[in-house]
């Protein structure tokens, strides 16, 4: 049966107006995603005025497509450059709550295990939503960036990052996983010394390496040793962030010691390595290749 033009005009119409809708409707889809605490958020619509409460965490967040929507982050985000020019709002230990609250933002992302608990309590109290990141192992990066990418709309770039950085951990972890093992002692810090335990990512990257982290069983994450300790272990190397330039690598303790004739030295860059981002892919890389030189 022949549609009379009239009516081909309304259908036409209300088509439009469905599908006009329908665009409404997904621009503004609520977005559902449970932290690291497994609390749920609910944002109802993706965020467009993102708060950053750590370094990696902003660094993430433009990773994941979002940099765009963020305005304003915490002390020492530097990377990338965009984030440098932001509004600073405090750090882990204090936070300008008058300031975050003035900016009106529709998300707060925090350290869950880096940020103290207290100022975490005042975000929540003071209403705004927040998504707390408890970073775990060299996995969450990718987890992370793709939990980014739904909160902000920003899905597919996000999956990409996310995919690209879990490619090349597959590709290094095939590429040694046949080398030679060495016993290696991270030191983290040199004053006081402080080591990794077997649970932190850089004790993942260094087994992704082909290495066992000596201090691997102690129980806290980041513990404090003495030399003493370090010696017992006899490691094949001990590893540690560079310095810049004229400033002391933090090694000479480990210089001249006999008992630790053999030991190789080595540093590699603590920015891409010891930030829980997704350029931890390059610092892991480049700890593989330094250890590589040892066997």
């Given at each position: 049966?022949?549609?009379?033009?009239?009516?081909?005009?309304?259908?036409r119409?209300?088509?439009?107006l469905?599908?006009?809708?329908?665009?409404?409707?997904?621009?503004?889809?609520?977005?559902?995603?449970?932290?690291?605490?497994g609390?749920t958020l609910?944002?109802p619509?993706?965020?467009?005025?993102?708060?950053?409460?750590a370094p990696h965490?902003?660094e993430l967040?433009?990773?994941?497509?979002?940099g765009d929507?963020v305005?304003a982050?915490?002390?020492w985000s530097?990377?990338?450059?965009a984030?440098?020019?932001?509004?600073r709002i405090g750090?882990?230990v204090?936070l300008d709550?008058?300031r975050?609250?003035?900016?009106r933002?529709?998300?707060?992302?925090?350290?869950?295990?880096?940020?103290?608990?207290?100022?975490?309590?005042r975000?929540r109290?003071a209403g705004?939503p927040?998504?707390?990141s408890?970073?775990?192992?060299?996995?969450?990066?990718?987890?992370?960036?793709?939990?980014f990418?739904?909160?902000?709309?920003?899905?597919?770039?996000?999956?990409?990052?996310?995919?690209?950085?879990?490619a090349?951990?597959?590709a290094?972890?095939?590429t040694?996983?046949?080398r030679?093992?060495?016993r290696?002692?991270y030191?983290?810090?040199?004053e006081p010394l402080?080591?990794?335990?077997?649970?932190?990512?850089?004790s993942?990257a260094?087994?992704l390496?082909?290495?066992?982290n000596?201090?691997?069983?102690l129980?806290?994450p980041?513990?404090q040793?003495?030399?003493?300790a370090?010696?017992?272990a006899?490691?094949?190397?001990i590893v540690?962030?560079r310095l810049?330039?004229?400033?002391?690598?933090g090694?000479d303790?480990?210089?001249?010691?006999?008992?630790?004739q053999?030991?190789?030295?080595?540093?590699?860059?603590p920015d891409?390595l010891?930030?829980?981002?997704d350029?931890?892919?390059?610092?892991?890389?480049?700890?593989?290749e330094?250890l590589?030189?040892?066997?």
């Amino acid at each position: 049966m022949a549609v009379p033009a009239g009516l081909k005009g309304i259908v036409r119409a209300a088509a439009a107006l469905l599908l006009g809708g329908g665009l409404v409707l997904a621009v503004h889809a609520e977005v559902r995603v449970v932290d690291d605490a497994g609390d749920t958020l609910v944002l109802p619509a993706p965020a467009r005025r993102i708060v950053s409460i750590a370094p990696h965490l902003t660094e993430l967040l433009f990773a994941a497509g979002a940099g765009d929507r963020v305005v304003a982050v915490s002390e020492w985000s530097d990377h990338p450059a965009a984030a440098k020019a932001l509004p600073r709002i405090g750090d882990a230990v204090r936070l300008d709550l008058e300031r975050i609250v003035a900016l009106r933002p529709d998300l707060v992302v925090v350290w869950a295990n880096g940020s103290a608990p207290p100022q975490l309590a005042r975000l929540r109290a003071a209403g705004l939503p927040v998504f707390a990141s408890a970073g775990r192992d060299l996995a969450h990066i990718a987890t992370t960036l793709r939990s980014f990418g739904r909160l902000a709309g920003t899905e597919a770039a996000a999956e990409a990052r996310a995919a690209a950085f879990e490619a090349e951990l597959a590709a290094l972890r095939a590429t040694y996983a046949g080398r030679r093992p060495l016993r290696v002692a991270y030191q983290i810090w040199s004053e006081p010394l402080m080591t990794v335990n077997g649970q932190h990512p850089i004790s993942e990257a260094l087994a992704l390496c082909g290495a066992r982290n000596v201090f691997a069983d102690l129980p806290q994450p980041v513990p404090q040793v003495d030399a003493e300790a370090v010696v017992a272990a006899r490691p094949d190397a001990i590893v540690t962030g560079r310095l810049p330039a004229g400033r002391p690598d933090g090694l000479d303790r480990w210089r001249g010691l006999r008992t630790l004739q053999g030991t190789a030295l080595l540093t590699v860059n603590p920015d891409t390595l010891h930030r829980a981002t997704d350029r931890m892919a390059a610092g892991v890389r480049e700890l593989c290749e330094v250890l590589d030189r040892v066997r």
